[in-house]
Each structure stands twice: as structure tokens, then as C-alpha cells.
């Protein structure tokens, strides 16, 4: 049997959700839920950053990149999790196991980069707005963006050089619903100093530091707000970038207590009931929260109903 008398592992078994027996199916029915609400609220936004000339400046350019990686995010973790809901054993081949790692870690990193572009766009916006056409002129937009992406494929290489070249004999139970980096490790029949190294110093510069940049950028931009004279014309800046905001605390809350609490203070149920938050729940209120308070977005949904559905 694989994981057996030293044996080289050829699958791993997960137990993300032994503890859960008697919700699995409701579970299904809820993830299955907001991974489709997920899906068409984000997808709308795409389409609409796309369709409307009215949304065609660097905020939903950064939101529709952003829009676009919650879908590809959530996706590497969602469908399997609800193949696994039904199973009742369910396994993940090694190579298998090591293409969510790595595409989880890509898309994951490169929400983390285009939350700081994004700050820095709301920063340009309200601190600087007689530069910040120069500031954010579309070829610094794609840069940024470009960036994003980039650095989100060397941290999935940089995990796939730490993991891959590890060897897996005997254990092969996963106390966790997907192939995360530190679950994995604690497999490893080899040291894992490197891998654990590896993991924190990816962790320190791609979640550490760009969270680290937003709250900067909210510093300037509190500053700015509070150095307004009238009542309304502080409310009206703090509304360009509250939903931003509340992204960026939803997004990097959890992952921070995920993957910066210490080791002795984990639990396997804990680091999962955490990681279906930040890897299911949350990509689901990005649409919500820039949809139901913005009427620009609103707008443009009305005006792309009125053209596509209600058009003579």
C-alpha cells in the first residue's frame, strides 16, 4: 500500500475533512454555492471592465486583472474540494498534488501584488491628483500588472524547487483539504530546513511586505483625508478607497494568521477552517463589494442589461 513500510509515496490522502463526516453534504452544497457565486460575480466584472468605455481607467484595469486571478485562485482549490466532499477516501496523485501547489501559489502571490497596485493607485488618486495621469499612465499600469503575474510564477517555481526535489517514503496523510506548502513539508523523510526557509522567505516578501506597502499607502491617504476641510469632502475621498480596503483586510487577515502564527500554535483543524475563508469565502465578496456601493459599476451593468437584454 502507498505511504506504507517506507515505500515511496505515490499519492497523498487528504483529511481535510475527516472531522466533518456528518456536514459533508451540506458543506458540498455551500462551497458548490459560493464557488459558482464566485465564478459569475467575477466573470461580470471582467466583462463589464471590458464592455464599458465608462471603466476604462487604471482602477478597473487593476480590478479586472484582480477579478480575473480570484477566479483562476479559487479554482485550483474549489472543484477539488468538492470532489472530495464526495469521496469517502479521497486521495490527490504527488504530481497532482505538487500543480495545485504551484498554481496556488502563483495566483495567490499575484492577488497579493495587485492589492498593493491597487493601493498605490488609490494613494496617486487622493495624494497626488495633479500627477496622477503622469503617475498612472496605461504602459505603468501594465507594468504593474505584469509584475504581479511574474512574481507570482517565481514563487510557484521557488516551492516547486523546494518541494519537488524532496523525497516522500512512508506518511502520506495530509491533515488539510489541499496541498499547501507546510502540510506537505511536515512529509518530507528528508530535512526540511530549506523548504521551511524557503516557505518563510516567500511569505515575508510576498505577503509580509505587500500588506506592509498597503498600510503605508493608507497612512498617506488618512493624512490627506483628515487634512480636508469640510465633512463631505472627507467622505467622499474615504468612499473612492473603502472597498479596497475592505479587500485588502478580508484577503490578507487570514493568510496572515495562516502562514506567519507560530508552528506550536496551530491546529489542523484551525489552519483549515482559516484556509477555507481566504481560499473560497472571501474571493466570493470581491463583486459584492465593488458592485453594490459603486455606481459607476452599477451603471455600466444597467447600461449592458438595457443593450444585450432589453434592446428592441
Known sequence: ????????????????????HSLRGPLFWGVLCIYLVTLL?????????????????????FLRHFSLVEILYTSTIAPRMLVDLLSPRPTIPLFSCFIQMYFFSCFGVAECCLLTAMAYDRYAAICRPLHYTALMKQGACTSMVGASYLMGVITG??????IFTLSFHGANIIH????????????ATVSTFRGEVGNLAVTISFVLTPFLLIMASYACILVTILGVATPQGRGKLFSTCSSHLFVVILFFGPATVAYLRPEAGSSPDTDQVIGIFYTVVTPMF????YTL???????????LMTRYLWSP
Open 1 to 20: 500500500m502507498v505511504g506504507e513500510n517506507g515505500t515511496e509515496v505515490t499519492e497523498f490522502i487528504l483529511l481535510g475533512f475527516s472531522g466533518f
Open 41 to 61: 460575480g467575477n466573470s461580470l466584472i471582467v466583462v463589464l471592465t471590458l464592455a464599458d468605455p465608462a471603466l476604462r481607467s487604471p482602477m478597473y484595469f
Open 157 to 162: 517555481t521557488t516551492h516547486a524547487i523546494c
Open 176 to 187: 488539510h483539504y489541499m496541498c499547501d506548502v507546510m502540510p506537505v513539508l511536515r512529509l
Open 286 to 289: 470581491n463583486p459584492f463589494v
Open 293 to 303: 456601493r459603486n455606481k459607476e459599476v452599477t451603471g455600466a451593468m444597467r447600461r
